[in-house]
């Protein structure tokens, strides 16, 4: 079973602690590494993914969001004559 719960009334939730999002989001790009500015546009534009499970379990969620933060790797181009 699937459910969506909405907190109109934040009897379950803590409003106070949308004021430190942007200090969570900082203190765990840290622990996991990441550029800290990346790590929260990703998570900011990810919700509907993150919410609906479409990117896997918690772990995996984190994984993924880890993934699209860091750089691609360079691939070797031709070599230039000379």
């Known amino acids: 079973m699937?459910?969506?719960?909405?907190?109109?009334?934040a009897t379950h939730t803590d409003?106070?602690?949308e004021l430190n999002r942007n200090q969570v989001l900082v203190d765990t790009a840290g622990l996991l590494g990441l550029n800290p500015t990346t790590?929260?546009?990703q998570m900011r534009t990810s919700p509907h993914?993150?919410?609906?499970g479409a990117l896997g379990d918690t772990a995996t969620t984190f994984t993924v969001i880890a993934d699209r933060c860091r750089p691609l790797p360079m691939t070797p181009g031709p070599s230039l004559p000379g």
């Open 2 to 9: 699937k459910a969506v719960v909405f907190d109109f009334f």
């Open 15 to 17: 409003p106070a602690a």
């Open 39 to 41: 790590f929260a546009e």
């Open 49 to 52: 993914e993150r919410y609906t």
